[in-house]
């Protein structure tokens, strides 16, 4: 079974410059998360979709931070313009759907680095 | 707000000792609890979970974690660890009873760091 899918791996762009990661969870799974990890601390749920609805997106930067899934399936993180703190990993999860016993499985992550 | 306190932010261990990573939560709720690793580079991945029942808890690679609810603990322990547990480790958790918001809450993470 493939994993939750994530791209680019890596990317460097300076200040007030825009990004965007991609993000396409396993296969049937109707819940998508997007959390950001600053180095040293865990993971910060950024946004919740049930399908292609918002759940939650309490902690998400509506200034500067976007996100949509607008077929359901795959997901986009946006982030313009970006500052200094945003260098953080951005993980990409789905579950089959929501609840305790609903296991979350994370993609490998999108480094992001603001110079 | 739910949310855990890893009390110890590294651990270095040797080789096929046994290691303990102390988790605690503070919630006025029944909680769900859980713990992750993330190798490096990579994402998390679940190593247990506990929902409800038996308060000890085996895990996959060897890892397990009892739930003591009168000490608000969920500790993680493997008896003898290689070098391929180096990694870090996330206790995580979710309020139950009462509400729809599952959102899962991370702690600080430890970072287990094998040594031959």
């Known amino acids: 079974e493939a994993g939750v899918a994530q791209s680019p791996r890596y990317k460097i762009i300076e200040k007030r410059q825009s990004v965007a990661f991609w993000c396409n969870p396993i296969?049937?799974?109707?819940?998508l998360y997007w959390y950001q990890q600053i180095l040293g601390q865990g993971p910060k749920l950024l946004i919740q979709?049930?399908?292609?609805?918002?759940?939650?997106d309490s902690q998400l930067p509506k200034d500067r931070f976007s996100a949509e899934r607008l077929k359901g399936v795959d997901s986009t993180l946006k982030i313009q313009p970006a500052k200094l703190e945003d260098s953080a990993v951005y993980l990409c999860?789905?579950?089959f759907g929501t609840g305790p016993g609903n296991t979350i499985y994370f993609g490998e992550g999108s480094w992001l680095t603001v110079v | 707000a739910q949310s855990v306190t890893q009390l110890d932010s590294q651990v270095p261990v040797f080789e096929e000792a046994p290691v303990e990573l102390r988790c605690n939560y503070s919630?006025?709720?029944?909680?769900?609890l859980f713990w992750y690793v993330q190798y490096p580079n990579q994402g998390l991945q679940l190593l247990l979970k506990?929902?409800?029942?038996?308060?000890l808890v085996k895990g996959i690679n060897g890892f397990e974690a009892e739930f003591n609810k009168s000490q608000t603990s969920f500790h993680l322990r493997k008896p003898s660890v290689h070098i391929s547990d180096t990694a870090e480790y996330f206790c995580?958790?979710?309020?139950?009873?009462?509400?729809?918001?599952?959102?899962?809450?991370f702690g600080a993470g430890t970072t287990v760091t094998v040594r031959a």
């Open positions: 999860a789905s579950s």
């Open positions: 296969s049937g799974h109707a819940t």
């Open positions: 979709f049930q399908n292609n609805g918002v759940v939650d």
């Open positions: 919630s006025s709720v029944s909680v769900y």
């Open positions: 506990y929902l409800s029942g038996s308060t």
């Open positions: 995580a958790v979710i309020k139950a009873v009462g509400s729809n918001d599952y959102k899962l809450s």
